[in-house]
C-alpha cells in the first residue's frame, strides 16, 4: 500500500481554491477542505469548551452550536483572540488532515493523488506535511467580486501573493472560464499521476 501523492491548495480569499479543489475531485484525485475539517472541529465538545473559555457564550448560537459568523466578529477585530483561535485549530487541522491521508493510503485502492485545500498553508508553516503546492490567484478586482467577505484587511496579515507563489508548484491565475481551470486542474493531474 502506498500513500497518496499530498497537495495543497493555497491562495488568496475569492481566488477560486474551492472550485480548483472540487475539479481535482473530478479528475480523480481524493480531496477535503481545511474549512469542512474546522466546521467539524467545531462541533467537537473540547473544542467548544476551549473557544467558549476564552470568548463567552455569545459565540454560542440557540441551536447550542458555536456560531461561526460570531467567532469571525471576535476574532477578526482582535489580533490577540485570532491568534489564539489559531494556535488551538491549526494543530487539530493539521493532525486531521494527516489522519485522513493516512486512512486513504491504508485503502485497498488509494487514490494515487489527494488534495487539501489550505488557505492558510504557508502562515501556519504546514508546507512541508505535502508534496506539491498549488497556488490559486486573480485580480484583486475579481476576488473583491467573488468574495462575500472584505478581503483587504483579512488579507493584510497573510503572506504577500507573490511570496506564495514563487513558493509553489503549480500556479494558476484563475480570472477566466471554469473551464480553464477544469484544464489546468487536468494537466497538473496527468503530470502527478504519469
Not at 495543497?8 to 479528475?27: D, Q, V
Not at 447550542?64 to 490577540?80: M, N, Q, Y
Not at 489522519?99 to 492558510?120: I, M
Not at 472584505?150 to 513558493?167: F, I, N, S, Y
Request: proline content about 4%.
Amino acid at each position: 500500500m502506498t500513500s497518496p501523492l499530498a497537495v495543497a491548495i493555497t491562495g488568496g480569499i475569492g481566488a477560486g481554491k474551492s472550485e480548483t479543489l472540487a475539479s481535482f475531485a473530478r479528475h480523480g484525485a481524493a480531496v477535503v477542505s481545511s474549512d469542512q475539517i474546522v466546521h467539524e472541529l467545531l462541533r467537537q465538545d473540547a473544542v467548544k469548551d476551549a473557544i467558549v473559555a476564552r470568548f463567552g457564550h455569545g459565540v454560542v448560537g440557540p441551536d447550542g452550536f458555536l456560531d461561526r459568523g460570531a467567532i469571525a466578529s471576535v476574532v477578526f477585530t482582535d489580533p490577540e483572540s485570532l491568534a489564539f483561535l489559531e494556535s488551538l485549530l491549526h494543530p487539530l487541522v493539521s493532525a486531521e488532515y494527516l489522519r485522513w491521508r493516512k486512512a486513504l493510503g491504508d485503502l485497498e485502492n488509494a487514490p494515487r493523488v489527494c488534495v487539501t485545500e489550505v488557505p492558510l498553508l504557508y502562515e501556519a508553516g504546514s508546507e512541508e506535511n505535502f508534496d506539491k503546492v498549488v497556488v490559486i490567484t486573480a485580480p484583486a478586482d475579481v476576488r473583491r467580486e467573488r468574495s462575500q467577505v472584505a478581503t483587504d484587511e483579512r488579507e493584510q496579515r497573510l503572506l504577500p501573493e507573490e511570496e506564495k507563489v514563487a513558493r509553489a508548484d503549480y500556479v494558476f491565475e484563475n480570472a477566466g472560464s471554469l473551464q480553464e481551470l477544469d484544464r489546468f486542474v487536468a494537466s497538473v493531474m496527468e503530470e502527478l499521476t504519469r
